[in-house]
């Protein structure tokens, strides 16, 4: 079986701050990338941030420069670090887990909302 835990979404204000994390454990060998994806309502999942075990990153346009991406724990925890934040910013956010050929699994998402 494989466990992600995630945490750390709420309620902040425009310009503020928060970090999610997310713990993989379990069934998981070999993690080849670890992401965020974000969905607000009414919307499709999209892509926020990856990186990979050789520590690559990539970020989706809109939250380049305000968004970190990082990893810990041997790697089987990723972390995102959400600076500057919007109103255009409040999502469920979803951990996933890529590993071996062809491997996927989801958290179960945090709500993260931005507003005055």
């Known amino acids: 079986q494989v466990h992600l835990v995630e945490s750390g979404g709420g309620l902040v204000q425009p310009g503020g701050s928060l970090r999610l994390s997310c713990a993989a454990s379990?069934?998981?060998?070999?993690?080849?990338?670890m992401g965020w994806y974000r969905q607000a309502p009414g919307k499709q999942r999209e892509l926020v941030a990856t990186i990979t075990s050789g520590g690559s990153t990539n970020y989706a346009d809109s939250v380049k420069g305000r968004f970190t991406i990082s990893t810990a724990n041997a790697k089987n925890t990723v972390y995102l670090q959400m600076n500057s934040l919007k109103p255009e910013d409040t999502a469920v956010y979803y951990c996933?887990?890529?590993?071996?050929?062809?491997?996927?699994?989801w958290g179960q998402g945090t709500q993260v909302t931005v507003s005055s």
């Open positions: 379990g069934s998981i060998f070999s993690i080849n990338v």
């Open positions: 996933n887990v890529r590993w071996g050929a062809s491997s996927s699994f």
